[in-house]
């Protein structure tokens, strides 16, 4: 027997089900089609995002409904025009055995007249925004005091946007003995106002816990300055070459800016927001779902009733005012059984906010630190070839092999190889090499608040040739630690700062006790003070990285364009600084002269 059919739906319903290829009902839908169906009663079902809930109260409205009678017998309000029309559509799917059932999508950015029409032609089930019902009531061009049923779609959405009002104005249209249905993602006090002032005695279901976020999404965050944040997003794309996502800002402001830096950057991206026509909304949308987009930024307006499957990654370029704001943000991935990431870009004024999240979604962040460069270079070239690997050949392109042979014929395998991923290593390799660490630092400041590891000031920095990756390759060859020995490096012009593990202190200060580096003596203390650096922390390089290697090249949407910079390559060509007045030369004095009196 059919899983579904066990839950007592009609053969019509069946058929539509096997034709979708449903095999199973998910845990809402088993909960609640089943009491939906045999019980004329008042309904309050929570659970996630991507569960499955439309099919949870299509299913036993569709068997409800009389189909023989025109007039409409059911309301469906949803929080946006995209979710509004996804909702109906599914509702034609579900019911495509029952031709005379009509549901009709009322909705802003669309001729009211025509929905109008298409109601009057009969419309047993409307599904609807609530601007635009409010606007039908006001107009006479529908009646909605006869309904049996109403069901509010993700209703703390609805409220999120300002709809209170709305809605309560609109179920004041409706007949009190009416079902109502209210399916939610969160139990905010405003869901549990509306359930109170217009339901009788609601049967609640809880998929999960209430406010609980999805199981089947992980949850990261990254500690950076607030300056780095689009500098750690590039990092992330970076290093998920195969990231499909959405990102939140909390403005339009900050959208369209970090849309149009990653566009600028060649990443395939673009914006969504309030300040988009619909028709400029539609085309965003339109390819994203089609992956010509691979990273939608957008607010939290604007993605609400955004229904996309397999994104793999939601990041917070910036957490929202409201704690609940972040189950619906990370409800965007892991959907329909399969896993996702949640990850936030937070700095340290913000730490309080992910406690506050942990204990609201009832799960844990991890905490990550951000790939470094050869990471993220590795990552790609493997990105590369595999695509290369499974790129079918074009055989028109053998009419220009010989000629093409011709100009390679000098060269073995192995340096062709090299030559061809060098040209998009290269450009990675360059970005990172001069890229700043973006370990949350401020010249020292609360640079050593693990008690486990000790903050050393050093006085060489960027006058001597260093950037942070070249010197924490230097401190790992000259201190022989492992890949993590050394972290939080933090290069200055003249003076430098780092961190290890406490276990490792007195190692540092005998390796550095009679040290000399291009002719000078390399002093290495022990901040005794977090403060120890003062001023602010280098800013990350301007300049462009990251995009993913070969975009535009064997994939659709990348710019694929150079990202390398004209400036040489430290390393570790060090050149003499004229230290006299400099910051780091009075710092050193200072660990001196504190030194001298002990």
């Known amino acids: 027997m059919n899983k579904f059919q066990e839950l007592g739906l009609n053969s019509s319903l069946l058929k539509a089900i096997e034709d979708m290829g449903f095999e199973s009902p998910s845990e809402v839908q088993e909960k609640t089609i089943p009491i939906l169906l045999d019980e004329e009663t008042d309904m309050v079902a929570l659970a996630q995002t991507g569960t499955g809930k439309t099919a949870a109260f299509g299913f036993p409205l569709i068997q409800k409904i009389n189909p023989k009678s025109k007039h409409t017998q059911a309301l469906i309000l949803s929080p946006t025009r995209e979710l509004c029309l996804q909702i109906t559509n599914e509702l034609k799917n579900y019911s495509k055995y029952e031709p005379s059932l009509h549901p009709v999508a009322v909705y802003g950015g669309a001729s009211i007249t025509d929905q109008a029409r298409q109601i009057e032609r009969g419309a047993q089930i409307i599904v609807a925004t609530p601007g635009r019902m409010q606007d039908m009531i006001r107009r006479k061009l529908t009646d909605i005091s006869k309904i049996e049923y109403c069901v509010l779609d993700e209703a703390d959405e609805m409220l999120n946007m300002g709809f209170y009002e709305d809605i309560t104005a609109i179920l004041s249209h409706t007949p009190k003995e009416k079902n109502t249905w209210l399916f939610s993602a969160t139990m905010p006090k405003e869901v549990a106002t509306i359930a109170k002032k217009f339901m009788r005695s609601p049967i609640e279901v809880t998929v999960g816990s209430k406010n609980m976020g999805a199981t089947n999404v992980s949850h990261e965050f990254y500690l950076v300055n607030a300056r780095d944040r689009y500098a750690a997003l590039k990092r992330l794309a970076d290093a998920n070459p195969e990231i499909f996502s959405v990102i939140f800002c909390r403005t339009k402001r900050d959208t369209q800016k970090v849309a149009e830096r990653l566009i600028e950057d060649g990443y395939s991206a673009a914006a969504l927001h309030g300040d988009l026509s619909q028709n400029q909304r539609d085309l965003v949308m339109k390819s994203f779902r089609t992956r010509q987009i691979q990273m939608l930024v957008a607010t939290d307006v604007a993605a609400r009733g955004i229904d996309v499957d397999d994104i793999t990654h939601v990041i ?4 929202p005012d409201e704690v609940e704001t972040y189950t619906h943000r990370s409800g965007r991935t892991g959907r329909a059984g399969k896993s996702g990431t949640s990850i936030v870009i937070v700095s340290k004024s913000e730490l309080r906010k992910i406690k506050s999240i942990e204990r609201i979604i009832k799960q844990s962040f991890e905490e990550k630190q951000l790939p470094e460069g050869k990471d993220i270079c590795k990552v790609q070239l493997l990105h590369l070839a595999n695509d290369i690997k499974s790129t079918e050949i074009n055989h028109d392109i053998e009419e220009y092999l010989p000629n093409i042979n011709k100009v390679l014929e000098d060269f073995t395998k192995e340096e062709l190889i090299k030559k061809f991923f060098s040209v998009e290593f290269t450009r990675f390799s360059n970005y990172y090499k001069k890229a700043n660490d973006l370990a949350p630092v401020s ?22 040739g260093f950037d942070w990756m070249s010197l924490k390759d230097f401190l790992k060859d000259a201190l022989q630690l492992g890949k993590d020995g050394v972290f939080k490096v933090d290069v200055k012009d003249s003076f430098s700062f780092f961190n290890t593990e406490n276990s490792e202190t007195d190692k540092v200060i005998n390796a550095f006790s009679d040290f000399e580096y291009q002719g000078r003596r390399v002093n290495v203390e022990v901040t005794k003070n977090s403060n120890s650096g003062g001023g602010k922390g280098g800013r990350g390089r301007k300049g462009r990285g990251g995009g993913g290697f070969g975009k535009g090249d064997f994939k659709s949407g990348g710019k694929g364009r ?13 050149k003499k600084s004229k230290r006299s007045g400099s910051r780091g030369n009075n710092i050193e004095s200072s660990i001196k002269r504190r030194k001298s009196k002990k």
């Open 316 to 319: 917070n370029y910036q957490l």
């Open 443 to 464: 010249g020292g400041s609360n640079a050593n608040l693990d008690p486990n590891s000790t903050r050393y000031f050093m006085n060489v920095g960027k006058k001597d």
């Open 562 to 574: 150079s990202r390398s910079n004209d400036s040489k390559d430290s390393g570790f060509k060090g």
